[in-house]
């Protein structure tokens, strides 16, 4: 009889630590619905997923480098160089397919800088990618004067502005860059490799596996996918802003451990960073609705990200003690 209630415990608790953030944002929907009948229109859900889809293109990247015990700081500035970078471009005279895939092969690269640091320097990732956030927006206002950029072809603002389906264009590259990452991470050898290397790295270095390569691969998704995201956003606001993605990196990161990417490596799935990603939006969104003050957001989103590391923490202590 014990036995059973323990399983029964067990079970239970295991429910709660698995989808409890689905509980979550079913809740955060019924209290804002409750207090803002607007919350809930056809309008307001699409406004949501179309400001989450940046976090979310962004998301995919960061859930890999933390899959591998990593961090990426960087991101929100990656963001602002690749917007400023793809309006310039095309002011030059570049059409604008060939300054995404130029912006795209360059954000790639300054993940590949970062992966070289971490892998080759053994500089921690906190500070590699600290040292590259703050680089980074240097490099857009130098590249811009300070000045936001516009005047540049409007054919690419179908990326930003554009519905297909009636579902805005953002929210359909954010679902198309999830799935292909889920693809990656559950169905490939690679992405077998990105849980190993973050579960136990020597033992992953021990079986053959070049650790190395596979962080240098994390770190370039998320500059590529960084760079992605400062696309869109050019095409959203059609103008080049050099403090674009200013603190999104605090927003990233908050939506994958809410997702239940573990902060140490080697766990989490992003079917749950997609609801992570989605709660952020709707506790932002409501949050402006209910007239709650730009401070005070600030102080929840900040407790929000606390309280999901210490919750990512009791997980991983509980586990250990279950061992």
């Given at each position: 009889?014990?036995?059973?209630?323990q399983d029964r415990k067990y079970t239970v608790g295991r429910f709660f630590s698995e989808y409890g953030i689905v509980i979550v944002l079913i809740a955060l929907i019924i209290l804002f619905a409750s207090l803002s009948p607007q919350f809930i229109q056809k309008d307001n859900i699409l406004n949501i997923l179309r400001q989450v889809a940046l976090v979310g293109i962004i998301s995919v990247g960061m859930t890999m480098v933390l899959l591998t015990g990593g961090i990426d700081l960087s991101v929100g500035s990656?963001?602002?160089v690749g917007t400023v970078s793809t309006a310039l471009l095309m002011l030059s005279g570049v059409h604008y397919a060939a300054a995404i895939i130029i912006v795209l092969a360059f954000s790639a690269g300054l993940g590949f800088i970062n992966g070289i640091f971490v892998t080759k320097l053994l500089i921690p990732p906190l500070i590699t990618t600290l040292g590259m956030m703050i680089s980074l927006r240097g490099v857009a206002y130098l590249l811009t004067g300070g000045l936001p950029v516009f005047g540049f072809p409007g054919d690419i603002l179908f990326l930003g502005k554009g519905y297909i389906l009636g579902i805005p264009v953002p929210v359909i590259i954010m679902a198309a860059v999830f799935t292909i990452g889920m693809l990656f991470l559950e169905k490939t050898r690679h992405g077998r490799y990105?849980?190993?290397?973050?579960?136990?790295?020597?033992?992953t270095r021990l079986s053959g596996i070049n650790v190395n390569r596979i962080k240098l691969l994390v770190y370039s998704c998320s500059g590529l996918l960084s760079g992605l995201a400062g696309i869109v956003l050019l095409a959203r606001v059609n103008s080049g802003q050099p403090k674009a993605g200013d603190g999104y990196?605090?927003?990233?990161?908050?939506?994958?451990?809410?997702?239940?990417v573990s902060i140490s490596g080697g766990e989490g799935k992003l079917r749950f960073v997609i609801i992570g990603v989605l709660i952020m939006g709707v506790l932002s969104n409501g949050m402006i609705l209910t007239n709650v003050q730009d401070y005070t957001q600030q102080v929840i989103k900040g407790m929000t990200l606390l309280a999901a590391v210490a919750f990512d923490r009791m997980m991983q202590t509980r586990k250990t003690r279950m061992v």
């Open positions: 009889m014990v036995e059973k209630v990656m963001l602002g990105i849980y190993g290397v973050g579960g136990n790295e020597e033992a990196e605090m927003d990233v990161i908050t939506a994958v451990v809410l997702g239940g």
